[in-house]
């Protein structure tokens, strides 16, 4: 009984060993295909799919086509994510820029606004633009304009004068619904009489003595004589008769003739049918801007820069009644 058992107790032993070697070479078998699958994959990644075909059947070939597709299409993607990126930071990085200089340029013309405004306020406490003269008959030219109420009584002009001076008549007499500037604005801009004949300094200084003694504007009003008018100040700047000529007589032939632009001479007048000025001199080299010297209702005796003819209201005004600003000179000067 013993016997029969060992015996079958071996016969078993003996398949038990058949099966194990089975096994082995089975898992040995496996993990041949197993490397050799891996070596496929790394060469089909690393180099040429044609040559995983000798290795590998048309099925699993395909497989790894389709994964190394994948595979170059997500490191496609990939290289334009990080290309999206780097335009995204490059666009931000430059937008960011141009917002500083666009905030830069605002704040620079919000500055240059401000001076501007500030220089404007400035020129108007000095200075106002003359509005447009009105022609008065035989007693000269007007402006009509503002200024601050003074008495209008005779000898009432408020200058800074030597005692000398005195001005008789009504302030407002010529114009009674309005009320109009009594003090002189004075120099504001000078003329150069340097390398001037005798005879054209004194009629510059003539006019400058009125100026500086801040005489007002008036056509009913006389200042040592002369009527404190536009054509009142030319006349007594070219030593005529007092109480000198309206803007017609300065034009006439007894005092004056017609020059060009390029022959006016401080001393000379540019004369409208309205209004007067004395020409100071050039204030730029292209001629577009000289000194005047003029008596004007807005702002009384002043001397200052203006445009050439005169103020572009004004001169478009005695255009169109068809008595524009012309130079002309004083017979014998």
Known sequence: MAKEQFGVQLEHLHQLQKDWDSASKRVEEMSKRLGETK????????????????VMGPALLAGLATAYQVLQDVREIEAEAYALSDVHDKLTTELAADAQKLKTVAEQYAETDRKNQDDLKKHDKHQSTPTSPGHSGGSGSSHSGGGSKTPTTSDSFDSEGDGKWKTVGSWDAWSPDKHHTTRGAGVIDAPDTSGLSDDRKDVVNRALERINHRIGYSQSATTNGYRDDCSGFVSAAWGLDPPGANTDG???????????KDDLQPGDALIAGDHTVLFGGWADDAHTKYIALEDNGS???????????YYSGDAAHERSIGQPYLPYRRNGL
């Open 250 to 260: 300065l034009m006439g032939s007894q005092y004056s003739h017609q020059i060009s």
């Open 39 to 54: 070596a496929a994959i790394t060469r089909a990644a690393g180099t040429d799919l044609t040559a995983a075909a000798a």
């Open 299 to 309: 702002q009384g005796t002043v001397s200052h820069v203006i445009p050439y003819p």
